[in-house]
């Protein structure tokens, strides 16, 4: 993943705790494709089954673009709209597979 500091570029992996919780605000909408699909494998790696994904409400471009990536992952079984406790409208709530089934 690409960072900026300052006037130069840093090529560095970013490290994100692999919680069940993934806030897209942090990163650039072009990483989407490759950040979704590698978070939720390490989840179903560590056993973690549920997870909310955090896109925003914006104009639902990004929410499109992760629904996207989701409907094509084989791993997950499958994936709604949070409900206003989580977010709402600016959350996806995802239940992957386990990894034995």
Not at 66 to 76: E, Y
């Amino acid at each position: 993943m690409r960072e900026e500091r300052g006037s130069r570029d840093v090529d560095e992996p970013v490290g994100i705790p692999i919680d069940g919780i993934l806030d897209l605000h942090t990163f650039e909408p072009r990483d989407v494709k490759d950040l979704v699909p590698e978070y939720l494998s390490e989840c179903r790696r560590r056993g973690i089954l549920q997870v909310r994904i955090v896109h925003g409400k914006g104009s639902g471009a990004l929410r499109e673009t992760v629904h996207a990536v989701l409907s094509r992952l084989p791993g997950v079984e499958s994936f709604r709209l949070a409900d206003e406790h989580g977010g709402g409208w600016g959350a996806t709530i995802v239940t992957l597979r386990s990894e034995n089934g």
